[in-house]
């Protein structure tokens, strides 16, 4: 099971940040729409970057890294615009904390460094420039409210982990229901193998429950 999943907490933010949001490294501007979820799209640099991190961490196959990714970024735009629909904004501070904890993590921790690095350098930056940080900021502002909603559903859940769990595949599976989902397989990277759109049991969090 892959261990890029949204379910709260700083680190997957990391996880999130970094993995989620580079673009392929064979074609940094690859912006081409693969799928669509209620008419947001998922562009095929980011299905890449992310199913070879996959790949990379759990020793998958290609075409079973390139599903996994797809239904985590199925997952994650389902959420992310529930939160938005239910206006779940960070505050501006909580933004820059965020931000200046994963810049204090990133000097104790290689690995994320060069993650950051490759964000950065497709930018013409450096990772500790205010120019980076900045970008961090507007990212984090955009995935915060996701963050925001884990926290009410754990509130809801009077802090029981699996109440908790309970509650998100719930919702997720609710929103998967109600979603549009368009796939362009002729989109597709080589590899992705017969890609489809996932079913509710499919997504991480309702596996994970």
Request: glycine share 6%; with cysteine.
């Amino acid at each position: 099971m892959s261990t890029f999943k949204w379910i709260g907490g700083l680190a997957t933010l990391v996880i999130c940040l970094a993995a989620c949001t580079i673009a392929a490294a064979g074609d940094p501007g690859d912006t081409t729409p693969v799928a669509w979820v209620n008419e947001e799209p998922i562009s095929r640099g980011t299905l890449v970057s992310l199913a070879e991190s996959i790949q990379a961490g759990d020793a998958a196959d290609a075409a079973a890294a390139y599903q996994s990714a797809f239904d985590l970024l199925v997952q994650n735009a389902l959420f992310l615009q529930e939160a938005t629909r239910l206006g779940l904004v960070p505050s501006e501070t909580e933004v820059e904390q965020r931000v200046t904890e994963l810049l204090r993590q990133a000097q104790d921790n290689p690995a994320l460094q060069e993650l950051y690095s490759r964000q950065a350098a497709a930018q013409g930056t450096s990772w500790d420039s205010p120019q980076f940080e900045a970008y961090l900021q507007e990212q984090m502002q955009r995935v915060l409210p996701a963050e925001v909603l884990n926290r009410r559903l754990n509130t809801q859940a009077q802090g029981d982990a699996q109440q908790f769990n309970r509650l998100k595949a719930g919702l997720l599976t609710d929103l998967l229901a109600a979603a549009s989902i368009r796939l362009d397989p002729s989109a597709l990277p080589a590899g992705a193998g017969n890609l489809h759109i996932p079913r509710a049991s499919e997504l991480p969090a309702v596996r994970q429950e």
